[in-house]
């Protein structure tokens, strides 16, 4: 599957906005998502996770309550709504992708075959 990820941008602190990742394939439904991001200096962290089909999600502490993952299987899309956004969450998301056979949500990057390219994310104080 290839991942396309989008929506990344310059927002003011406490802004919104929405990452959009496009999957190609006709199985997308049966990947478990997840978003990463990664700021220079620090490793890739992940940030928020969603089942086959959404019907599991999990968040990191850092984003909890302010990031929201959901996913369209019939458009092949997993999104990231962020809200609230503080000048920390300045970083490049990436969108990811698993085939491993779970019902769950995989919070390691070790598990995910596929990854887009990264969008960046700048959110100024």
């Known amino acids: 599957v290839q991942l396309q990820a989008s929506g990344g941008g310059l927002v003011q602190a406490g802004g919104s906005l929405r990452l959009s990742c496009a999957a190609s394939?006709?199985?997308?439904?049966?990947?478990?998502m997840g978003w990463f991001r990664h700021t220079p200096g620090k490793e890739r962290e992940f940030i928020a996770g969603?089942?086959?089909?959404?019907?599991?999600?999990y968040y990191a502490d850092s984003v909890k309550g302010r990031l929201t993952i959901s996913r369209d299987n019939a458009k092949n899309t997993v999104y990231l709504q962020m809200t609230s956004l503080k000048p920390e969450d300045t970083a490049v998301y990436y969108c990811?992708?698993?085939?491993?056979?779970?019902?769950?949500?995989?919070?390691?990057?070790?598990?995910?075959?596929?990854w887009g390219q990264g969008t960046q994310v700048t959110v100024s104080s």
């Open positions: 990811a992708a698993s085939s491993l056979t779970t019902g769950g949500v995989l919070f390691s990057e070790d598990l995910y075959d596929y």
């Open positions: 394939g006709r199985t997308f439904s049966r990947y478990v």
């Open positions: 969603s089942s086959w089909s959404g019907g599991s999600t």
